[in-house]
């Protein structure tokens, strides 16, 4: 069964800074970190001239600083990777209907039925390349295998722009010389006692059998290092399942301090989260408020309402849920908001009394979506939204 397969795994190289680099020109060719580099910062993506530093995901920013102290520090502008990360799904729905997402910037593909329309594996992944080039003007590396894990360790070994296919029957000597660490599972927690027995490389992990793994590694992992090191990874391909919420939340280095601070970032965080429903075709039933003081106190509230995906109404109820729970101190570590109890959009919605028809502000939003689709996400802002802020506070006016 699992040799009859084709799965991809397509990974965006250095996906935010690649993004960055090409909307700045200027900075290709140039360390580019997407991240802070104070101390509540982490790296979240370097582009291929910062790794040459040391520089890595999730590396705290002054780390990051310090390694690559002419690096430049960009801001995250999720709302604007997620719509990118929108046009490579749909470059890769164009091959196969069973796409499993794994983010924004990566997913498995199982190909197997689409071989007769675009064929073999290699073919389709290099085809995959082209469009995804030529669509976003971005690279994507794919590794082609008979197993999800397989395909994984392929399309991360020649980054970027990589194609790698390992052909049915030569997974074991493929994986045999890469170090233990890229079996799932192996962290730097668990490697140094797999190195302790003499297991450096998959084919040391290879060359024992499944019963002295569980002895020395117990039942379950041991067991799942031996399947790991035959490449008999035997999962399927899930395609996406309706999504239970959605929602975004941003940690600030500098805590919120006031009501029109924190009613600011809430506007902005209704807008990226109303835009991210509006993508999946949905609307939320609930609306839930996240909010974290300095010493790290969470709180959480909640509250029904008639199924939307309007950015005003997401950002009129979470206001009111923070009066309801904040009074105004201690100060605001965290924002989040999130859209739950998710339906279709296609269904019947319940208007306000006096608010404008459902249907009205359905059509203004889609042209909001559509300017910001063409000319980036400042290009239209609601009315009344005076501050931005970043994921580290409100931007400083000036």
């Not at 997407?34 to 780390?63: H, I, K, L, N």
């Not at 290699?122 to 995804?132: G, N, P, S």
Request: proline share 7%.
């Amino acid at each position: 069964m699992t040799a009859e397969r084709t799965i991809l795994h397509a990974d965006m190289d250095a996906f935010y800074a690649a993004i960055e680099q090409r909307d700045h020109p200027e900075w290709r060719g140039r360390p580019v970190i997407v991240g802070g580099d104070g101390p509540r910062q982490v790296v979240s993506t370097a582009s291929y001239e910062a790794r040459a530093f040391g520089v890595r995901s999730a590396m705290p920013g002054v780390e990051a600083k310090r390694r690559c102290p002419n690096g430049i520090f960009v801001v995250p502008r999720m709302a604007h990777y997620a719509a990118i990360g929108a046009q490579v799904r749909a470059v890769f729905e164009r091959f196969t209907d069973q796409v499993e997402p794994l983010s924004l910037d990566e997913a498995f593909l199982d190909v197997t039925g689409s071989q007769a329309l675009f064929g073999d594996g290699a073919t389709i992944a290099a085809a995959i390349q082209r469009e995804v080039r030529s669509t976003v003007q971005l690279t994507v590396s794919v590794g082609v295998a008979s197993s999800k894990f397989v395909a994984k360790v392929a399309s991360d070994l020649r980054k970027p722009n990589g194609l790698v296919v390992v052909p049915p029957g030569t997974e074991r000597a493929f994986l045999a010389p890469l170090p233990v660490a890229r079996l799932w599972g192996v962290g730097p927690a668990t490697q140094p006692k797999l190195e302790r027995i003499g297991l450096r490389t998959i084919g040391d992990v290879q060359a024992r059998s499944r019963e002295q793994l569980e002895a020395a590694f117990g039942a379950h992992f041991g067991a799942h290092l031996f399947v790991l090191s035959h490449g008999l990874d035997v999962r399927t391909v899930e395609p996406e399942q309706q999504a239970k919420s959605l929602g975004h939340e941003l940690t600030f280095a500098e805590d919120l301090r006031s009501p029109e601070q924190v009613r600011a970032v809430l506007l902005q965080l209704a807008e990226q989260v109303g835009r991210r429903l509006r993508s999946h075709g949905v609307r939320a039933g609930v609306v839930r408020l996240k909010l974290r003081h300095p010493d790290f106190t969470t709180l959480s509230r909640q509250r029904s309402v008639p199924p939307t995906a309007d950015d005003l109404e997401l950002h009129r109820v979470a206001c009111e849920l923070l009066a309801d729970c904040w009074p105004g101190r201690p100060g605001v570590r965290l924002l989040g908001i999130t859209g739950a109890h998710l339906v279709p959009a296609g269904g019947p919605v319940q208007g306000s009394l006096f608010g404008k028809p459902v249907a009205q502000r359905d059509r203004l939003l889609a042209a909001m979506d559509r300017i910001r689709d063409r000319h980036g996400e400042d290009a239209v802002r609601h009315g009344g939204e005076r501050k931005r802020s970043n994921p580290w506070g409100p931007d400083r006016e000036g």
